[in-house]
């Protein structure tokens, strides 16, 4: 189902791998191509981190704590709720409209 936090480890890992590899082969020709392409998959690999901290923090992430400490508080410093949810969205999206213009 949607609640399951491996599709998000694996779409983590593929971005950050085809990142790494575009940012090493540079395969466009223009360089403008080459930085929008990094730019977007670098926001791309970024969301699913993102989306990754929250699925945590909201599924008991706070109240999972051992002698280490919560896994929330450890990740993030804070528990992670609605507001500093939206505002990471509200950042994501602000970062794509700089990328793009």
Known sequence: GSTKIFRLVIGAIVSFTYLAIVAVNDPY??????????GSNLLLSVSFVLGLMTHICNDGGNDTCNDG????QSMIL?????EKSSFYFVMMNLGVLVLFF
């Open 29 to 38: 020709e223009r360089s403008d191509d080459y930085f929008l392409a990094c």
């Open 78 to 82: 804070s528990s992670l709720n609605h």
């Open 69 to 72: 400490g919560c896994i929330c």
